[in-house]
């Protein structure tokens, strides 16, 4: 499969899982070291919006930086990958490819649809029955996204495209509702 190469200032849904869908997070301390190679390779050639850490796959939604080169940005999100990939193998002992493949992205160039991945990433947890309630899931970035700690994701930005933070925790809320509803269908 021929992927399109990853361009600057631009919205990219960036998402793998598990070779074979095995786990590739399995302890806490996994989740935390994954975002902190976030911070060191992804935050230099982008900024992130939302984000979620399932125990098996995760998703990304970042923007790239202007005026970055698209081989500097292709090479900093695989060194997010390649980096993680070693360390997990040498912790658990085990050899071969951590994720199913290269990391797949789909370019985002509609606000509708911009709109659509945030909410989706915000509330795969409760998609994938991890929890029922959105904000009882620690690995996904709307706790940040509704607080007024300090953090690396681009809150505001995130916040402004719903009109303002009660109307975006308003989006979040109907969208589990309906995922509820439908797992008991």
Known sequence: MKYEPI??????HIYNCGNNKEDIFVED????????????????IADIWSYCLLKNHFHL?????????????????????????????????????L??????????????YLKTVIIYINTNA?????????????????????????????RKCVIELFGEKENFKFVIKRKQTIIGELALE
């Open 7 to 12: 361009v600057s200032d631009s919205f990219y």
């Open 61 to 97: 939604l970042i923007r790239t930086k202007e005026d970055v080169e698209s081989k500097k940005l292709s090479q900093g999100i695989s060194n997010l990958f390649n980096t993680y990939a070693k360390s997990f193998n040498k912790a658990y002992r085990r050899t071969g490819s």
């Open 29 to 44: 301390r996994n989740y935390k070291y994954f975002l902190e190679l976030v911070k060191k390779y992804v935050i230099p």
């Open 99 to 112: 994720f199913k493949d290269r990391f797949s992205r789909i370019k985002i160039e509609k606000e509708s």
């Open 126 to 154: 409760v998609h994938h029955g991890f929890v029922e309630r959105v904000e009882d899931y620690e690995h996904s970035s709307y706790k940040a996204l509704i607080s007024d700690k300090e953090t690396l994701l681009k």
